[in-house]
């Protein structure tokens, strides 16, 4: 059992868009002989690529759902996870990295370390993976993999070290020189299968000397016996390979191999490196929260004889019901077993389990400690946590971000209505990202993301995957509105329309605060009686949710109560109610509020002759620069940008910038906005009202 | 100024800028590694700052989230010690538009990029810094012309450059004694202000040329907290 732990590598691919981890991925599944072909991402033979099994994915050349796969190499069951690259598809890779045990960090020799890497990185860094670099695209005009393994150090802050050399580089990019068994490697066969080994070439046996001794010092760091060898110049493969693993593992040393998947040059010897350096899933500690005990945190042991725990990590959708991707942390996942969803406490049995490859399936008995596989038929949510006994043990949760955009989308007909509240139900149980409401007043569907490719994505798969048409309304920006002043309140509800009237009066102040919402009761006297304090708060708190000036809803009131009135006959809850909400409203006017609007950390990377044009349009948006980093040949702007100002800077910045330039954005913050523009919100939504009455 | 008062700390370095702000004035903070020469610079950027005067940092060792880490810490130990001139959070908005940041690699910082990354904000009316600071450029036998390059370009923008230059333990062994790297180019510069720690305490020695109309109060850093404050 422990040696086919050992033999187990759960891997994602991760880098930046068009970096080619959907060619690499290809490659990989091919030198496996899990396809028999090779299709390229925007292939002329129209098939794509495999692991891009969704039309719209084809299409555009990009990865939207991380399918996972399986394969076998040297005897190493791989799992590999293919995470999108698109800033506006994190929570993807988020929930990917989240179940792997190591990772390989695709990056461009052209592009280098780019905005979208550093993203990347970080997720990786949130989840302790420890990964090896592939850089890719050293067939391309341009290429420097030094460059990049030098921004791996300084931009990323990893000890990247060479674990091989280019033999050629650019369109004479012939193999690798590696620099373990000090082989040059070469790649023959229209599909590059046939590997060749030879003496390195007699122009890189110097500098290949030079980056082997780089190599060993680093890795003797972790390395006693390595020390000792070098000492006695006694150093074998295996010794420096156990170091080399020993410093990944400690995330201390990042390991940088070369080649271009497209050119199927260097993909068999990165499979090597997987199954040598990254960890199987015994040598990572994973942890649980225990809710029945306190919240302790327990340490899951990878023993197929203990009780399981296990992850839904991602859930989809298909032809034939709900699959649902698990991972199993402990015990073992068997087809008829009867489990436990913690959450929801439910028993569930299990039907068929399955293992993916890309949109094809393969029935399987079991899934085995450390592994992944998938589910049909079980209905929980993305994250929930799996057991075999009735205890509630959870994972420890996702990281989900807050939605920072939104659309309404209208169908134009009754078929498409009815296809589109499927397509929805769908899509909020695949995405926690994404969210659906509807606009109570205008009876509009509201869709809600990380960006407009998320939604626009979306919008798309509706139309192919359901055949729901929809007009989209313009890209709306989640305001809110708060106080800025403490102001006072003292309002009387009385109402006498025969037979039991309401009365009810209610004094206090309200101001502002860092929180949500704070409601203090400071009554003395039972000038209002305690039974109707809480239809007081509950009458304040429903005002949160939509503002008497603007009607956005509301952050950050304190509401203090401290006198008010009553009636032995007409004062009831509802009296209190009504009259907490005149009251709410009386205060909220006088307290002058204001509207606030996210703002959107945009960070632009530039050549430097654009950093010009690059400032000046993030300045005509409202755009507050923080700063510029000069890198050399490109420089990196980080800002701060209201979102409603940032639709459609893509094109812009492409424009702006000949398209060298690119940038990512992120939620930062809630600011309040300029009275201009406050009143220019003003007017919209008037004139949005009007339109919808 | 009624002439028996003294200057406060702030009042006496923003006089500094106002006077040799259109000659292209120069300052340094001359200190060890270690003494506090990046927290004294970001102070008298945080005065420059909270009168609603633009700053240019500029960074020749730190990231842009470090310069902004190095405000963050100043002003915050600020607001400890000095309730009375709290940075409200309307105050640190006001500052945060009025700064900028700029950071260059190891060796990239040459002053005729600066010259036209400087250029790229004025010329589109983005940033026109009134102060600017460089941390982390080093004094060399033959950068001379360098600084002289920077001279024009804070007179041609109007603005004071305040830079840290680092002193070696050896080399300075008495007060008012300059590192031998600054010695060459110290004619360009109109003030000087030495960090000394003597003891339990860290003296600030000011000396400029510029006639003061008020007597120069002794000033010294705090080791805890690393603020300027008038010595008692």
Known sequence: MMEQIQKLRNIGISAHIDAGKTTLTERILFYTKRIHTIHDVKGKDGVGATMDFMELEKERGITITSAATYCKWNGFEINIIDTPGHVDFTIEVERALRVLDGGILVLCSVGGVQSQSITVDQQMTRYHVPCIAFINKCDRSGANPFRVKDQLIHKLGHNAVMLQLPIGLEADFQGVVDLISMKAIYFDGSNGENIRMEEIPAELVNSAAEYRDMLIDEASLFSDELTEAALEDQITESLLIDGIRKGLLAKKITPVLLGSAYKNKGVQTLLDAVTTLLPDPSEITNQAINYDDNNTEVVLENKSDKPLVALAFKLEDGPYGQLTYIRVYQGILQKGATIYNSRTSKKIKVGRVIRMHADQMEDIQSISTGSIGALFGVDCASGDTFTSEKIQLSMLSMFVPEPVISLSIKPIDNKSEIQISKALTRFTKEDPTFKVSVNSETNETIISGMGELHLEVYVERMRREYNADVEIGEPLVAYRETITKKADFNYIHKKQTGGAGQFGRVAGFMEPVEEHFVFTNKIVGGSIPTQFISACQKGFKDCMDKSPVYEFPITGVHVVINDGASHSVDSSEMAFRAASIGAFIEGYRKAKPTILEPIMKVVVETPPEFQGSVMSSLNKRRGMIVGSQDQGNYCTIESYVPLSEMFGYSTVLRSSTQGKAQFTMEFDSYRPVPVSIAEQIKKESELSKKKSH | ?232
């Open chain 2, 1 to 232: 100024m009624n002439k028996k008062e003294t200057y406060s700390p702030h009042q006496l370095l923003d006089t500094l800028v106002q006077n040799y702000r259109t000659k292209g004035g120069f300052g340094a903070v001359i200190a060890r590694a270690g003494v506090g020469k990046t927290a004294l610079l970001v102070q008298i950027s945080l005065y420059t700052l909270m009168q609603k005067k633009n700053v240019l940092h500029v960074s020749l060792k730190d990231s842009i989230q470090k310069v902004c880490l190095w405000y963050d810490e100043v002003s915050n130990k600020m607001n400890r010690l000095f309730p009375e001139k709290n940075i409200d959070p309307a105050l640190w908005d006001t500052i945060l538009a009025h700064r900028m940041i700029m950071t260059f690699g190891e060796n990239r910082f040459e002053p005729s990029t600066f010259k036209e990354r400087l250029s790229d904000l004025t010329e589109q009316g983005i940033f026109y810094p009134q102060l600017i600071i460089i941390d982390g450029l080093l004094t060399k036998k033959d950068n001379r012309s360098d600084f002289k390059a920077l001279k024009t370009i804070a007179k041609e923008h109007s603005a004071f450059i305040w830079f840290t230059i680092q002193s070696h333990r050896h080399e300075i062994t008495h007060s008012k004694e300059f590192p031998p790297s600054f010695i060459p180019i110290k004619d360009l510069f109109d003030a000087t202000l030495q960090v000394i720690p003597k003891g339990d305490s860290i003296d600030i020695e000011l000396l400029t040329q510029m006639p003061i109309d008020a007597p120069i109060p002794e000033l010294m850093l705090d080791p805890e907290t690393m603020l300027i404050r008038q010595s008692n």
